[in-house]
T-cell receptor, first 112, second 113 residues
Framework: ETGVTQSPTHLIKTRGQQVTLRCSSQ?????VSWYQQALGQGPQFIFQ???????GRGNFPPRFSGLQFPNYSSELNVNALELDDSALYLC???????????FGPGTRLTVT | QQQVKQSPQSLIVQKGGISIINCAYE??????FPWYQQFPGKGPALLIA?????SEKKEGRFTISFNKSAKQFSLHIMDSQPGDSATYFC????????????FGSGTRLQVQP
């Protein structure tokens, strides 16, 4: 069974640019959640996708958007990058929206 | 409020000792309380989780104690090993229809040989 995978591993962007992060969910999981983890802090919930529909959103501005594909993989898009967007972005998948979440290794985004 | 407060921020334990990490929450709608372990450069790994209908859950060397009236829960790591050295996060969720986890701030555990 393949776990949650994320790409790329690391990314450096300039303030104002746009970025797309990708996540492949664990086999058999139809729900993907995205979290932002700033250095030295706990992850913060961005949003969740269940069967290609957004199923809840945390306290993040609209420039954070997402997508889930028919194979349940997912993308996180961030527009107009700010310095404070520098963080580890984590993707977690679940068998169903209400089940335990299993995290991928994350994408480390640095905004300069 | 959605906060989950975690303590201590860091913890040093001798090999073979007991590590105890505490969390407190305010939102009485929370009904699911997992603990995650995170090593540097890795994503959080689910360790153990509890629901409020039980006061304790044990899996191997890891035990969650849950006090619903005090709105507190804790992780006990028995016979702590150097390989347990990592950052531990408590979390809570109660959102209907989804698991939007609210995480604590983390505890950095160091187990000395």
């Amino acid at each position: 069974e393949t776990g949650v995978t994320q790409s790329p591993t690391h990314l450096i962007k300039t303030r104002g640019q746009q970025v797309t992060l990708r996540c492949s969910s664990q086999s058999g999981h139809n729900t993907v959640s995205w979290y932002q983890q700033a250095l030295g802090q706990g992850p913060q919930f961005i949003f969740q996708y269940y069967r290609e529909e957004e199923n809840g959103r945390g306290n993040f501005p609209p420039r954070f958007s997402g997508l889930q594909f028919p194979n349940y993989s997912s993308e996180l898009n961030v527009n107009a990058l700010e310095l404070d967007d520098s963080a580890l972005y984590l993707c977690a998948s679940s068998p169903r929206a209400y089940d335990e979440q299993y995290f991928g290794p994350g994408t480390r985004l640095t905004v300069t | 409020q959605q906060q989950v407060k975690q303590s201590p921020q860091s913890l040093i334990v001798q090999k073979g000792g007991i590590s105890i990490i505490n969390c407190a929450y305010e939102n009485t709608a929370f009904d699911y309380f997992p603990w995650y372990q995170q090593f540097p450069g890795k994503g959080p790994a689910l360790l153990i989780a509890i629901r409020p209908d039980v006061s304790e859950k044990k899996e191997g060397r890891f035990t969650i104690s849950f006090n619903k009236s005090a709105k507190q829960f804790s992780l006990h790591i028995m016979d702590s090993q150097p390989g347990d050295s990592a950052t531990y996060f408590c979390a809570a969720s109660g959102d209907t229809g989804r698991r939007a986890l609210t995480f604590g701030s983390g505890t950095r555990l160091q187990v000395q040989p």
